[in-house]
């Protein structure tokens, strides 16, 4: 069986690792954007002994002929013209789930989600199975901190319109006075170069080049807006506190809405700070615990993820997939369809308007 995995940044390939580890020689289709500088991505790659096949959106159509099965985050280019080949769509995170709900799903010919919640939400688009999380499948669960002594806190905002970053960014650095403060941006706050220098000058000296997972797991308090990095926290019973500053609705957008799960269950997550100047005071009332979500994220934790890692199972269920034993549902093949078209006279609408 040959497979492919599409990525084309660092965090969709550490993603990968788990899964590219069951599989005969793997191949890490890197999708080249022009812009982005890959060398992590080959790094990676190198060290794990995965081939690599990069590929432009000229060109991505070969895929067809490369692979039975490629497996994927999110869309990549001219995905609706491939005819051939199956797509496996892997669940990345829990947030902004107007998106990660979007119809796109109907491109899969499967679907591999954390848990029943997601399973429930997508199934009508192709076969889901749930398989836990396996983001922190080759490290384990590290609940603890290293040093009691001074508590590790990790600031992991989201990226555009909804980040937090340009207000609090400044009072999480205040909070390295008593704490062990570390900053994971976005890679698209970095990539689109949304904060200005001042800010990143600020956040710099406290920023980490290691993967967010292995931070969360490090860390006691994880500080967040929308980010999906809270279902993350919540997986490891962390504690979570939510920077949400005054966004006047614009959360009401094509990402989230109010039944998005960090919308919808914010009561269920952790205390919500709009204000900068009062992060200091809630942070030092929910390490000490004087505020107190740990049984409601747990009840939360336990709707959202299957209790098992079943990731060892996603081998036969891809042979099931490449061999025709699983298919999609009639309604599931007219929804392929129908999004495949509907992408491709979008970009095609959007290349005559650029004429």
Same mark, same amino acid.
């Given at each position: 069986?040959?497979?492919?995995?599409?990525?084309?940044?660092?965090?969709?390939?550490?993603?990968?690792?788990?899964?590219?580890?069951?599989?005969?020689?793997?191949?890490?289709?890197?999708?080249?954007?022009?812009?982005?500088?890959?060398?992590?991505?080959?790094?990676?790659?190198?060290?794990? =002994?995965?081939?690599?096949?990069?590929?432009?959106?000229? *060109?991505?159509?070969?895929?067809?002929?490369?692979?039975?099965?490629? #497996?994927?985050?999110?869309?990549?280019?001219?995905?609706?013209? $491939?005819?051939?080949?199956?797509?496996?769509?892997?669940?990345?995170?829990?947030?902004?789930?107007?998106?990660?709900?979007?119809?796109?799903?109907?491109?899969?010919?499967?679907?591999?989600?954390?848990?029943?919640?997601?399973?429930?939400?997508?199934?009508?688009?192709?076969?889901?199975?749930?398989?836990?999380?396996?983001?922190?499948?080759? /490290?384990?669960?590290?609940?603890? &901190?290293? @040093?009691?002594?001074?508590?590790?806190?990790?600031?992991?905002?989201?990226?555009?319109?909804?980040?937090?970053? %340009?207000?609090? $960014?400044?009072?999480?650095?205040?909070? !390295?006075?008593?704490?062990?403060?570390?900053?994971?941006? %976005? %890679?698209?706050?970095?990539?689109?170069?949304?904060?200005?220098?001042? $800010?990143?000058? #600020?956040? @710099?000296?406290?920023?980490?080049?290691?993967? $967010?997972?292995?931070?969360? !797991?490090?860390?006691?308090?994880?500080?967040?807006?929308? !980010?999906?990095?809270?279902?993350?926290?919540?997986?490891? &019973?962390?504690?979570?506190? +939510?920077?949400?500053? /005054?966004?006047?609705?614009?959360?009401?957008?094509?990402?989230? @809405?109010?039944?998005? +799960?960090?919308?919808?269950?914010?009561?269920?997550?952790?205390?919500?700070?709009?204000?900068?100047? *009062? #992060? =200091? /005071?809630?942070?030092? *009332?929910?390490?000490?615990?004087?505020?107190?979500?740990?049984?409601?994220?747990?009840? +939360?934790?336990?709707?959202?993820?299957?209790?098992?890692?079943?990731?060892? !199972?996603?081998?036969?269920?891809?042979?099931?997939?490449?061999?025709?034993?699983?298919?999609?549902?009639?309604?599931?093949?007219?929804?392929?369809?129908?999004?495949?078209?509907?992408?491709? @006279?979008?970009?095609?609408?959007?290349?005559? =308007?650029?004429?």
């Amino acid at each position: 069986m040959r497979i492919g995995f599409v990525a084309w940044n660092l965090f969709q390939v550490q993603h990968y690792l788990p899964f590219m580890s069951l599989f005969d020689d793997p191949v890490l289709v890197i999708e080249n954007k022009g812009k982005e500088d890959y060398s992590s991505l080959l790094q990676i790659a190198d060290e794990e =002994g995965f081939s690599v096949l990069p590929l432009c959106a000229k *060109n991505i159509e070969s895929i067809d002929d490369l692979f039975d099965i490629v #497996l994927c985050q999110t869309p990549f280019a001219k995905i609706e013209r $491939l005819r051939k080949v199956k797509i496996g769509m892997l669940q990345y995170g829990l947030a902004k789930e107007v998106h990660n709900h979007g119809p796109w799903r109907a491109l899969a010919d499967v679907i591999f989600t954390y848990g029943t919640y997601t399973k429930n939400h997508l199934e009508t688009y192709a076969p889901c199975f749930s398989i836990g999380h396996p983001k922190f499948l080759r /490290n384990g669960l590290k609940k603890n &901190s290293v @040093n009691s002594q001074r508590p590790k806190i990790v600031y992991a905002p989201t990226h555009g319109e909804l980040t937090s970053a %340009h207000y609090f $960014l400044d009072s999480v650095v205040n909070l !390295s006075k008593t704490y062990d403060v570390t900053i994971k941006l %976005h %890679h698209n706050l970095i990539l689109n170069s949304t904060l200005d220098d001042e $800010l990143l000058e #600020l956040a @710099n000296p406290y920023l980490s080049t290691k993967n $967010l997972e292995d931070l969360i !797991s490090e860390s006691d308090i994880v500080i967040s807006d929308f !980010s999906g990095a809270i279902f993350d926290a919540i997986y490891l &019973s962390k504690k979570v506190v +939510l920077t949400r500053p /005054n966004l006047d609705g614009k959360f009401v957008e094509n990402k989230i @809405n109010n039944e998005s +799960l960090e919308v919808a269950k914010t009561p269920e997550i952790g205390p919500v700070v709009s204000n900068p100047d *009062n #992060l =200091g /005071n809630i942070i030092d *009332n929910v390490f000490t615990n004087k505020i107190d979500f740990s049984e409601r994220n747990m009840k +939360l934790r336990k709707d959202l993820f299957t209790n098992e890692i079943k990731a060892c !199972s996603v081998p036969k269920i891809i042979e099931a997939v490449c061999s025709g034993e699983l298919q999609k549902s009639q309604t599931q093949r007219f929804l392929k369809e129908a999004i495949k078209e509907a992408r491709v @006279n979008k970009f095609l609408l959007r290349r005559v =308007g650029r004429k």
